[in-house]
């Protein structure tokens, strides 16, 4: 399964971005999905998962602005973010719950007035 991660940019504190991943090569319907993200100098840290069902779960710092949801008719995930923070800034990932698929290049979100 090949990952494409897209939809980042530069955006103000407090406004919104909607991330998109594009998988390719397998359908990844039966996968619990994620997005993660890797800040300057951090470890990379999942933010949100949704499984197959459309159960999804969120880290603390995330909950009440971001959602994440998924087509799998289209195999795209993707994540809604709002009320963007500084701490946000990040490269965002998509990838399984396990994070055992090959890592695509992320896209970058720079949350900056």
């Known amino acids: 399964v090949q990952l494409q991660a897209s939809g980042g940019g530069l955006v103000q504190p407090g406004g919104s971005l909607r991330l998109s991943c594009a998988a390719s090569?397998?359908?990844?319907?039966?996968?619990?999905m994620a997005w993660y993200r890797q800040a300057p100098g951090k470890r990379r840290e999942l933010v949100a998962l949704?499984?197959?069902?459309?159960?999804?779960e969120y880290v603390d710092s995330v909950k009440g602005r971001f959602t994440i949801s998924r087509d799998n008719a289209k195999n795209m995930v993707y994540l809604q973010m709002n009320g963007l923070k500084s701490g946000d800034t990040a490269v965002y990932f998509c990838?399984?719950?396990?994070?055992?698929?090959?890592w695509g290049q992320g896209t970058l979100v720079t949350v900056s007035s």
């Open positions: 990838n399984n719950m396990l994070g055992t698929l090959a």
């Open positions: 090569g397998s359908p990844i319907s039966l996968d619990a």
């Open positions: 949704i499984d197959r069902r459309g159960t999804t």
